[in-house]
């Protein structure tokens, strides 16, 4: 069964930083993935992309993330991660990871909180 559990989120000062790691089972990333990467979803608004590998080989950003966060992946332990620099008040938000084994097949994690707050 896959299982998708993303960790490293909490609390932190505007300007600070973070990393989130996705760690998942059943899927082995050296392999074929169609997707993988990170989404968010602040209270009252829709879920966004935050940033993801595709399946040729390119990473997409969402706009403010652009510059200040940087996804990457280990696939020997099938992780991927987000680097986030220089955190906003306005980031705050649960993410979550995706992978998508096809077009078809979304596996989510449970999510993680990140608030950024003096």
């Known amino acids: 069964q896959v299982q998708v559990v993303e960790s490293g989120g909490g609390l932190v000062q505007p300007g600070g930083s973070l990393t989130l790691s996705c760690a998942a089972s059943?899927?082995?990333?050296?392999?074929?993935?169609?997707?993988m990467g990170w989404y968010r979803q602040a209270p009252g608004k829709q879920r966004e992309l935050v940033a993801v590998f595709t399946s040729w080989g390119d990473t997409n950003y969402g706009d403010s993330m652009k510059g200040r966060f940087t996804i990457s992946r280990d696939n020997a332990k099938n992780t991927v991660y987000l680097q986030m620099n220089n955190l906003k008040p306005e980031d705050t938000a649960v993410y979550y990871c995706?992978?998508?084994?096809?077009?078809?097949?979304?596996?989510w994690g449970q999510g993680t909180q990140v608030t950024v707050s003096s």
């Open positions: 995706l992978i998508r084994t096809s077009p078809l097949q979304a596996y």
């Open positions: 059943e899927i082995t990333f050296s392999s074929y993935v169609y997707l």
